[in-house]
């Protein structure tokens, strides 16, 4: 495994995608948590959103957070954005 296999798949993060627990086995994931991966998946819907003015001002809330995510100093720091934690135990 190269030191880059296991980071976070959001550009602009650097930690490391946690572990999901799936009955006893852990497996890899994507991103290093919730906020990342919820961020991932706005984005996603914003690029196939037609343009608006609503739309302009999600991206620009959308900007403003990814400065936070960029900031964290600890990967958890910035809980789930969109409803509950999928890793919720």
Do not use: K
Request: proline share 4%; with cysteine.
């Amino acid at each position: 495994m190269s030191g880059t296999e296991n980071v976070c798949a959001r550009e602009g993060c650097s930690f490391h995608a946690e572990l999901v627990m799936i009955g006893e086995t852990p497996l890899s994931a994507v991103y290093c948590g919730d906020a990342c991966a919820d961020f991932s998946w706005l984005r996603r819907a914003l690029e196939a959103s037609e343009p608006s003015t609503a739309v302009a001002e999600c991206w620009q809330n959308l900007n403003a957070l990814e400065r936070i995510l960029n900031a964290r100093s600890e990967p958890f720091s910035v809980g789930p954005l969109i409803g509950e934690s999928l890793y919720a135990g």
